[in-house]
């Protein structure tokens, strides 16, 4: 029975800024009694990473706040419905109150996005391997909303190791014939994956995959790779 | 180290109209060595649920002919640039030229979307579970481009035996705070995790997953829970 293999760390504390978060995640992996192997791919939420970049600001909970926040952390605004905005991020992605959570109302804090989440990908992913002597990938995980589809999923917004969108395109099928148009946002698929074990109650940061395909490791940025431009999309 | 663990079947030939796909996953599943246990997922391709109900057509490679596929199969075009067409089916899914596989012009066919890929996840499910014995889900998926972000990921188009999207809404997160508008589609990230073993040049049409968390399983499905309405919907 081959196959990928998912599992989540557990026993992660409060993340407060300044913290050095691969200390973190490995002494909670050693703590569960598991260690990383070669190719394992870890995958960091951004909430965690934003907090130990110190991206946490006041958030007074008004509707005028909220909007002074999204417009900070925007350069465009796409649509507005009620209290909903759909924004252009600095960074370029498409997502609702430009990712900002504010949820912690009860803190009088709002979590910003990290400001660079592929450049934190690649800190993260140089300090593990330094500390590890392993070579591993890291993804940078949020949870974002799709124009279709009801729910949301976790998709990646920053990455150091993984080749973002996998192109398959001029590779024979099974049945040897050429492939149109597949290009494969692996690194969505693998936050996706993590969100199945992590949960949104349950306060995990931190997924280790193994298991996945050599072909998927490589390099690019999130930035790069994965966000479309506006002149190539259709509905903006 | 618990977690969450994804394997691919093998082993599985051409599909034909009226193949009886449960039995061939069965035999398939056997012949590696492995067996469904209780609350396994099952993923299908909805190539081969198509491939097995008969939906393929006659295809003679041309636009005109290619038009008037998609037009049969949808009931909206929503964008069109050059020979892509962003379309409604009539199940209801937005997404590339109706989900019709042009790409096996080689044959002089295509392959349509299942009719009611609900329908087709709730009789292999069913087929599987008087075979088995075991309570199993399933999820039919197929391969979605997506509007803000490059390269396609795997969706759930069916699903039976799993609540398509989990409301997490007015559950406490780990600080105790109540998480105010998380409702996630955990079926689309089972599908792109299925695609992470699976692959799009392998052929592998089957994939379980075994430790997905007991508050998946429940009742729904894709075209009821999944699909925005249009009136929901900002960018229609």
Known sequence: MSGLHIFPVTGVGPIGPG???????LAALAAQGDELLENDVVTVTSK????????????DGTEQHKDQL?????????????SLRIVETHHGFVCANAGIDLSNTNDGTAVLLPTDPDRSARRFRGDIERATG????VLITDTFGRVW???VTDVAIGVAGLTPVLDLRGTPDANGRILEAT??????????AADLVLGKSTGL???VFRGLRPEFFGSGSVRENLLRRASNDLFR
Do not use: C, H, M, Y
């Open 70 to 82: 999204i417009d900070q952390e925007s350069r465009r605004t796409l649509r507005r419905r009620g």
């Open 134 to 137: 392993r070579n591993i990938a």
């Open 183 to 192: 290009e494969v946002a692996i690194v969505d698929e693998i936050a996706g």
């Open 19 to 25: 913290d050095d978060l691969a200390n973190i995640f």
């Open 48 to 59: 965690i990473v934003a907090k130990a970049e110190g991206r946490v600001v006041d958030f």
């Open 149 to 151: 589809r009801e729910g």
């Open 205 to 207: 940061p931190f997924a």
